[in-house]
């Protein structure tokens, strides 16, 4: 297949790019380089820099390439961002979704792979479904969640299918370390306790040791970027093969606490640590269930914490 991939210079989008020419699939890339890096892109790949809110840019490479499918990455992403500036966040992650929907559909693409986030699911608490309630508490979710809307009634009203990913967070670099997490406002904990290994933070603070879990500390998702990456391979895969359109969590299911990916890190590399007080609303178990993706993908996480924190911190040092 030829794979388009939209935002294919950023954190995730470059490491699907690597995973599609794994699997032999031909790829190009549309990015206009607000987050993402030309040199994530490898040589091999055609790469267009342009703008998804304009149409004249996807037109250019629709009028070049025969693309049998689309993946999209290019969001702005930043929770606090997009509480400041939500115009900015709905004109970015849902008129740019729109404009490119309409280049789809006008040019008869059948195939969809859309990025999308557990923070649809709002001030979920304990393990999340697919079919749990979608209540977003803030505009970055919000805009994740109308063009999750947006996607599955232009599905439905053009020959178009599709598959929605849901994620939490990701960590983890590619094993070549040419592409990583690159990104010097880390707000995920393996970036910010790798960071703090290195000296390029003071400590790691741990919010609450009270929590009703094991060890006390808050239960997170994490996958690895490679995990996630082949899973939006399998999912173009699927759509070839004419898989219905679907939406699924790409999730570990049980989660790490806080205190499991220090221990963890500390096997690795001494870290500053220490316990602070609870911060507001936040519960003690929040994790995306995969059951959907074994099931309909056979995907599941292969990779481990240790290989998160590993990739990370070789690719922070490099
Ligand atoms: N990083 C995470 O932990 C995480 C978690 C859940 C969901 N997601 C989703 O994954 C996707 C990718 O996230 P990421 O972490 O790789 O972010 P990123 O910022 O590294 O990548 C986004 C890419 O899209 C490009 N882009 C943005 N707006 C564009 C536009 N209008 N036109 C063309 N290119 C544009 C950027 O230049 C960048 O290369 C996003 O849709 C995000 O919502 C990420």
Redesign the pocket.
């Known amino acids: 297949m030829k794979v388009l991939v939209?935002?294919?210079?950023?954190?995730?989008?470059?490491h699907t790019v690597y995973e599609l020419l794994r699997a032999n699939h031909e790829v190009v890339v549309?990015?206009?380089?607000?987050?993402?890096?030309r040199s994530?892109v490898p040589s091999q790949v055609k790469f267009y820099e342009?703008?998804?809110?304009k149409k004249e840019?996807i037109e250019k490479v629709f009028k070049n390439e025969k693309i049998d499918a689309v993946m999209?990455?290019?969001?702005?992403?930043v929770v606090p961002e997009s509480v400041g500036k939500p115009l900015d966040y709905y004109y970015?992650?849902v008129e740019?979704v729109r404009v490119l929907l309409e280049c789809v559909v006008e040019h008869g693409i059948k195939r969809f792979v859309?990025?999308?986030?557990?923070?649809v699911y709002g001030d979920a608490k304990g393990v999340c479904h697919e079919d749990d309630v979608l209540a977003p508490i803030n505009p970055?979710g919000e805009t994740?969640l109308a063009v999750e809307k947006m996607i599955k009634w232009t599905a439905n009203a053009y020959d178009l299918s599709y598959v929605v990913f849901?994620?939490?967070?990701?960590?983890g670099a590619d094993k070549t370390l040419e592409i990583g997490?690159k990104?010097n406002k880390a707000t995920?904990l393996i970036p910010i306790a790798n960071e703090a290994a290195l000296g390029i933070r003071d400590q790691l603070n741990i919010y609450g040791n009270d929590y009703d879990t094991e060890d006390g500390t808050c239960i997170r998702d994490y996958v690895h970027v490679t995990d996630l990456a082949q899973a939006h391979v399998l999912g173009v895969e699927y759509l070839e093969k004419g898989g219905a359109s679907k939406t699924m969590n790409l999730g570990s299911n049980k989660g790490f606490s806080v205190l499991e990916v220090v221990k963890t890190l500390e096997k690795i590399t001494p870290v500053k640590y220490a316990y602070a007080p609870r911060r507001d609303g936040d519960p003690a178990l929040l994790v995306a269930s995969n059951d959907q993706a074994k099931k309909v993908l056979g995907w599941e996480p292969k990779l481990t914490l240790e290989d998160m924190i590993k990739s990370d911190l070789a690719y922070h040092k490099k």
């Open positions: 939209v935002g294919g210079a950023g954190y995730i989008g470059s549309l990015d206009n380089l607000s987050t993402g890096h994530f342009g703008d998804i809110t840019d999209h990455f290019a969001a702005k992403i970015n992650n740019g859309f990025s999308s986030t557990a923070a970055y994740k849901r994620y939490f967070n990701v960590a997490y990104n995920h």
